[in-house]
């Protein structure tokens, strides 16, 4: 891949390259990829390696997801417009970027960091990218939720968790869908959680690596 080719051109080699590779399905998913400028959220000194499928730091010891990593949780979201979504971990804010594509037009991403400084790096990227209106960045404890907003459409966790935070499944809508990476601090699963008439199912969507979900239930 040349670093001299139009940044749009990088885009679409990358997410052609995804949907070959099967972790783009659906066309809903593939045109949000395609949508949102991924190097717009990283610092400006590694902005030449948006395109690349790895995850980049962003400071204070936190990172940007892969793209696939971001595609594979986007596509088990199951997003429609108008859902009302919560994310923990807003890191630099291209995930929230890429759900906000998913649920627009009348859909809200609620997007939450423990960490001041990148949760205003997060606001400003999604500012300038033409996020600001659909996604709202608070800084705070991601694993006791969003008490205030719930009940929430879909919730998704971008840090491992010793568990799924008892607060999101409160927190869940019945007929939401939520996925948690579990395990621990090094490795996870990514678990994704359904809550059907007040039940809650579980599946495993195999193995992942985030960085530590840190609060009162997470580590």
């Given at each position: 891949?040349?670093?001299?080719?139009?940044?749009?051109?990088?885009?679409?080699?990358?997410?052609?390259?995804?949907?070959?590779?099967?972790?783009?399905?659906?066309?809903?998913?593939?045109?949000?990829?395609r949508s949102?400028?991924?190097?717009?959220?990283?610092?400006?000194?590694?902005?030449?390696?948006?395109?690349?499928?790895?995850?980049?730091?962003?400071?204070?010891?936190?990172?940007?997801?892969?793209?696939?990593?971001?595609?594979?949780?986007?596509?088990?979201?199951?997003?429609?417009?108008?859902?009302?979504?919560?994310?923990?971990?807003?890191?630099?804010?291209?995930?929230?970027?890429?759900?906000?594509?998913?649920?627009?037009?009348?859909?809200?991403?609620?997007?939450?960091?423990?960490?001041?400084?990148?949760?205003?790096?997060?606001?400003?990227?999604?500012?300038?990218?033409?996020?600001?209106?659909?996604?709202?960045?608070?800084?705070?404890?991601?694993?006791?939720?969003?008490?205030?907003?719930?009940?929430?459409?879909?919730?998704?966790?971008?840090?491992?968790?010793?568990?799924?935070?008892?607060?999101?499944?409160?927190?869940?809508?019945?007929?939401?869908?939520?996925?948690?990476?579990?395990?621990?601090?090094?490795?996870?699963?990514?678990?994704?959680?359904?809550?059907?008439?007040?039940?809650?199912?579980?599946?495993s969507h195999?193995?992942?690596?985030?960085?530590?979900?840190?609060?009162?239930?997470?580590?």
């Amino acid at each position: 891949m040349s670093p001299d080719a139009p940044v749009s051109e990088l885009r679409n080699r990358l997410v052609d390259s995804l949907v070959r590779k099967g972790y783009v399905v659906t066309r809903s998913v593939e045109s949000a990829m395609r949508s949102v400028p991924r190097e717009q959220f990283l610092p400006e000194g590694i902005r030449q390696d948006a395109y690349v499928d790895s995850p980049l730091p962003i400071g204070e010891g936190q990172t940007i997801s892969a793209p696939h990593m971001v595609a594979i949780m986007v596509e088990k979201l199951d997003l429609v417009p108008g859902n009302k979504v919560f994310e923990i971990g807003a890191g630099s804010g291209y995930h929230a970027a890429v759900v906000a594509e998913m649920v627009r037009p009348d859909g809200h991403v609620f997007t939450m960091e423990r960490i001041a400084s990148l949760a205003r790096f997060a606001e400003q990227n999604l500012t300038a990218a033409g996020y600001g209106d659909i996604v709202s960045v608070s800084v705070g404890d991601g694993s006791k939720g969003l008490p205030e907003e719930a009940p929430f459409d879909r919730i998704f966790v971008a840090c491992g968790a010793p568990d799924v935070p008892s607060p999101l499944l409160d927190q869940l809508a019945d007929g939401g869908k939520m996925l948690v990476p579990v395990g621990g601090r090094m490795y996870q699963d990514l678990i994704k959680v359904e809550k059907r008439d007040g039940k809650v199912l579980k599946e495993s969507h195999g193995g992942c690596v985030f960085v530590p979900l840190i609060g009162e239930f997470g580590y």
